[in-house]
């Protein structure tokens, strides 16, 4: 059974930093395509970075500079360093998951269908 269990969000001033990370369970971590969305209310969906099986990574253009994933196969942990943060970061976090695959066709496109599981989400605030 496939697990996703997001942690380390919370409230931070403008400019400051957190991150947040994603406990995996139940599949072959290292074959897998692993990403981070985010949502704000109101809004969609949005994808923030994603990490291939081969260890591509791709960024949105609003995390670029700024946002880092990366992963521990050894941990099964996905982790995103968001660095700069500003109030229009303030979201609501996401994992997800491909297991047993890569993130293609879509990569470097960040695109939810790509994705089969989901965790329940972490929340970041950032205050002005």
């Known amino acids: 059974q496939v697990q996703l269990v997001e942690s380390g969000g919370g409230s931070v001033a403008a400019g400051g930093s957190l991150r947040v990370s994603c406990a995996a369970s139940?599949?072959?971590?290292?074959?897998?395509?692993n990403g981070w969305f985010r949502q704000a209310p109101g809004k969609e969906r949005e994808g923030v970075a994603a990490i291939d099986s081969d260890g591509s990574i791709t960024y949105a253009d609003s995390g670029k500079g700024r946002f880092t994933i990366s992963k521990d196969n050894a941990k099964n942990m996905l982790y995103l360093e968001m660095n700069s943060l500003k109030p229009e970061d303030t979201a609501m976090y996401y994992c997800?998951?491909?297991?047993?695959?890569?993130?293609?066709?879509?990569?470097?496109?960040?695109?939810?269908?790509?994705?089969?599981?989901w965790g329940q989400g972490t929340q970041v605030t950032v205050s002005s």
């Open positions: 139940g599949y072959t971590y290292s074959r897998s395509c």
């Open positions: 997800a998951a491909r297991p047993g695959g890569g993130c293609r066709p879509f990569f470097p496109s960040l695109v939810t269908r790509t994705y089969n599981y």
